[in-house]
């Protein structure tokens, strides 16, 4: 089992049977977990994040600019005031300004373009930094997540609020 999509709960059971394969990345040694879950600057995933950090579980963060454009998909990222306002300050993109908050919170950013020109600038994350204040600001950025998965909350179902279900 991957960590995609999953909760805290699903990783505390699965945990102990985790094969464990050492990885040592961005943030120093840890378990490598094939699959990822959602996160960009608009999804913050703070408790998820935590509980891996305790338990060295690198997190893959799929959607980090919000899946712009995806029929799924949310402008919480790319039409942030806050991110665009860092992004003019900092003489970067708003995709490079997420992108790189997204590196200095230890999770590993997935990535699609097949733009060249946007390739290039995913790449020119690594020779700057954003500083505190930057990441308080990105704090206040509201929470949004692009699939809600109301479907899956029933009063009889496994599921019976929102909260059970990401939590």
């Known amino acids: 089992m991957g960590g995609r999509k999953c909760k805290m709960r699903h990783f505390r059971v699965c945990l102990p049977f985790y094969r464990r394969r050492p990885y040592s990345g961005l943030s120093g040694p840890g378990i490598a977990i094939p699959d990822s879950v959602e996160m960009n600057a608009a999804w913050r995933q703070d408790k998820l994040r935590e509980f891996c950090k305790e338990k060295g579980i690198y997190v893959a963060a799929w959607s980090p600019l919000g899946a ?37 919170q230890g999770a590993i950013p997935i990535v699609r373009s097949f733009n060249k020109e946007r390739m290039k600038q995913n790449l020119k994350i690594f020779d700057w930094k954003l500083s505190e204040s930057d990441l308080e600001k990105i704090k206040e950025i509201p929470q949004f997540r692009a699939f809600g998965g109301e479907r899956f909350v029933a009063d009889h179902g496994p599921y019976k609020t929102i909260d059970q279900l990401w939590d």
């Open 68 to 104: 712009n454009g995806a029929l799924w998909g949310s402008l919480a990222v790319m039409e942030s005031p806050i991110l665009k306002d860092i992004a003019t300050n900092t003489g970067n993109t708003i995709a490079q300004v997420a992108l790189r908050w997204i590196i200095e």
